[in-house]
Structures are given as C-alpha cells and as structure tokens.
C-alpha cells in the first residue's frame, strides 16, 4: 500500500461503518475501511449485493432495506480493504493488520471503531455438543450459501430469535418448536417503558408479523425455567422444563441457541479504552459520548460496538461520529450533527422496553450443572470454575492461571461474562467490582509467519 497514513480509519464495515465512510469521503477526508469479512454489510447485510440477484425473499424486508447503503457505500470511493484483520491499536493510533498471510501497519488522525456486536453466551448442558450452534450461526449459513436445516428446534429469546425462525419459515424449512425462555418478570419489567417504544410502529408491527407467521407454521413454548439438550456424540434433541414443573422433550438433530447480543468489545479493551459496567443490559460497553467519542480523543465508536441499538440505528451512529470529526478536521455542519443526533434517539427509542423484554433471567446466563463446559476453548467446565474460585481465584484474570478459562482463542468472547458472573456470585461483589479479563493483542489470531512479515517499525 502505496500510503501508510489516512486521516480516517474506519474498522468494520457494517451498517455503522458504512454510513461513516459516506460522510467523511462526501468531506473529502482521506477515508480507508478495513473490514475482515468478503464483502462489506456486516453480519446484518452479510451477502447482500450477492443475494439481491437472486432476491430470495425469505430473507425479509429489513434485510433489502440495506441495499441503497451498500450500493452507496460501494460508490462513494472510499479505499475498502475486505478480507482484512485487525489485530492491534497502538498508543501511536497505529493500526495492525493482516490482509493474504502478510502483516502490515497503518496509521490515522481519527479511528472510528465499528466492530458491531456477539451473541451473548448461553451455556446449557449439552451446548458444545454437534448440531448445537448459535442462532446467528444459522442465520449466517441462510444468508451466505442458502443453506438451512429442516426440524431444528430455535432456543432462547430476542429479535434474533424470532427474525431467523422466520426466515427459516419463509425458506420452507421445517421449524421443529420454538422455545422461547421470556418470563413473566421481565415483561412486568418492560412495560412501563412500551410507551417509548411505540415511536418505533413499524418495528413493533414488523416483530408481531414474525411471531404471528411462527405460530401459524410451528409450536412455541413458552413459561420455561430450564433447558438441557440431550445426546452424548451429537445432539438428540432438547428437554426443556416448565415452570409448572412439567417436562417436554423434543427429538432434534439441530438445535440453535440465543438469548441476545451484546457490544463486541475485544478490540476496544485492548485498545485500553474506558468502558463501563451496563447494569440494565448486563454487558460491557465502551465509555463514549453522544458523538461516539471514546476515552481517546482519536477514536470513536459506532453502531452496536458501543451499544445495542439495531441496524438503523448503527447507521446513524455512524453518520454522527463521522460528522463529529468532520468538524473537528475544520468543516463543521452544525445542523447535520444536530439531525443525527435527534434521528439516533429516535431509533433508541425502543431499547429501554427490549433490553428490559429479553434480558436473560440468571439461571439461563449461568450453566446449573457441573458438567457444562464453560470454556468452550480449553474445555473448562462449571465444576472446573467452581473449583479454581475454592482454591481462592478471585477475579477473571487470576482465575486464567487456576484452570486457563479465558485464554483460548476466542480471548472470552464466548465465556467472559459467564465466568464474570460466577465469580461475582461467589464473592458477593458487584458485576462493576468484578471486572473482566484483561485483553491484549492480538485481538484475533494471527500466525508466527504473518508476524514476522511485519516490516518495521514494530507496534510498540
């Protein structure tokens, strides 16, 4: 690459990231996006510009919405490195990455980080078993290969949820049942605020559609306390419990899980960031202003990365913190941050009822037998956790040296906050108290040959 520095770097390129490029290339700032998938649209409009040949409409409405997006995003010359990973910021807001086996780094005035958001781990007994993936596993097989399997059983609760067993409806696909883990607590919880979520009708109406179709096409069971999924070298199907204490037991080969999403913040806190402890949403996220601006005055963070707000929203958050340095870099449009801003709100406005609806009850964010793997990397299970906090661990990253939960290589994406709540539940502090594990680069895994490619000088 011909130019090592860019006034702007933006990492990821989903809705947020999208939008971003748009306004700061519309400025005339020098603008690259470096994203690690094949094509841009994030996990949202993943395979977009790819399906809307074919157009099959079982994807949905919300998903083609992304189209006149993508297509700009594609139009607005912006430098746009696909297939690229991003495994370290410096202090020096230098960026390292690596692009067909050869590291590299780059260097910005401004970053906009947007990186989007995980699934929220939900470890049941039997959830490392084949055939068990997550929802958006599923959902990424729909989009990108049209691929699905008939008479799985969809476990868990949140838009995703009902989204994707939808859209498995819509493809013909045979939807075993859909177990749905809402309580009644948390809707007691989220309707004081469905007020503010009536500003958002067409997202209430486009989610009563998904529940009705469901319900026509497949069983839903509701009022579950607890789930197990049986099998011993696959998956044979799933026992769920009633909270009239009544069993039901459902043959499946396929069974997907999901119980929400939350920031993606791996890059962010080892990046050395402030983040905070979101009580209501039960996650991490980034410390950042109403632009997006983070702890660093250089980097800003957009769309899901800095809190959930769903794909239009993202794309607002976007356009705001790229307006945000566009006035900073001496071209300021003070009505364009201002419509930003009031649009973002708006899109928000369903949060506070959602994040209240589909917040996992404890018993399902922590595993109830011995035998459930926590770590899926290093195999760590409940009892192994259990007995690491007896012998005395007493936090995320000293509990890494009891029993290695936390060091493999996913770097806690998919046990961090189990292990967190566990040891806050033996200590009897808080989750903000706790802590999480201390992340460092390389964010991603890289390999020894593509580290040593790296021409100097070295990331300090």
Request: hydrophobic share 40%.
């Amino acid at each position: 690459m011909a130019n090592q520095h860019f006034q702007i770097v933006i990492i990821g390129a989903g809705p947020a990231g999208m939008a971003a490029a748009l306004t700061t290339t519309k400025a005339g700032l020098e603008t690259i996006v470096i994203d690690d998938q094949k094509d841009s649209g994030g996990q949202v409009y993943r395979n977009l510009q790819a399906n809307q040949e074919a157009s099959p409409s079982y994807l949905g409405q919300s998903y083609y919405g992304g189209a006149k997006l993508a297509q700009s995003f594609a139009d607005c010359g912006v430098i746009y490195r696909p297939d690229c990973t991003v495994w370290q910021i410096t202090d020096k807001h230098e960026i390292a990455l690596v692009s067909r086996g050869k590291a590299e780094l780059i260097t910005a005035d401004y970053i906009i980080i947007a990186t989007g958001a995980i699934e929220r781990p939900m470890p049941v007994k039997g959830w490392t078993l084949p055939g068990v993936m997550s929802v958006g596993g599923a959902q990424t097989l729909l989009k990108q290969a049209a691929l699905g399997a008939d008479d799985a059983v969809f476990v868990g609760s949140g838009p995703l949820l009902y989204l994707t067993a939808w859209q498995y409806i819509q493809a013909g696909l045979a939807v075993r049942a859909v177990i749905d883990i809402t309580g009644a607590k948390q809707w007691r919880s989220a309707i004081l605020f469905a007020p503010l979520a009536l500003l958002q009708p067409d997202m209430l109406a486009m989610g009563r559609k998904w529940l009705d179709d469901i319900r026509r096409n497949t069983e839903v069971i509701n009022n579950v306390s607890a789930v197990e999924i049986t099998g011993q070298s696959q998956a044979e199907g799933v026992s769920c419990t009633l909270s009239t204490g009544d069993k039901i037991d459902i043959d499946s080969n396929h069974i997907f899980l999901h119980q929400g999403v939350v920031p993606n913040v791996n890059l962010t806190m080892a990046t050395g960031l402030a983040h905070k402890w979101d009580h209501q949403a039960h996650c991490w996220r980034p410390v950042i202003d109403v632009t997006g601006r983070s702890s660093d005055e250089q980097i800003y963070i957009a769309g899901d990365g800095g809190g959930i707000g769903g794909a239009k929203a993202a794309a607002i958050a976007g356009r705001l913190a790229a307006s945000a340095i566009v006035a900073r870099c001496g071209k300021p449009h003070f009505l364009a941050k201002l419509y930003y801003k009031l649009r973002h709100l708006h899109y928000l406005s369903i949060r506070p009822f959602l994040d209240r609806l589909y917040l996992p009850p404890a018993h399902f964010r922590l595993a109830q037998t011995d035998e459930t793997i926590i770590c899926r990397c290093e195999a760590v299970s409940k009892a192994d956790v259990n007995a690491a906090l007896a012998c005395g661990a007493s936090g995320p990253n000293q509990l890494k040296a009891f029993c290695r939960a936390g060091m493999g290589r996913c770097q806690g994406r998919s046990c961090g906050l189990v292990v967190q709540e566990m040891i806050a539940s033996h200590t009897g502090q808080s989750m903000a108290e706790t802590g999480y594990y201390r992340l460092r680069p390389p964010v991603k895994p890289i390999t020894l040959a593509e580290l040593a490619s790296l021409e100097g000088p070295w990331p300090d």
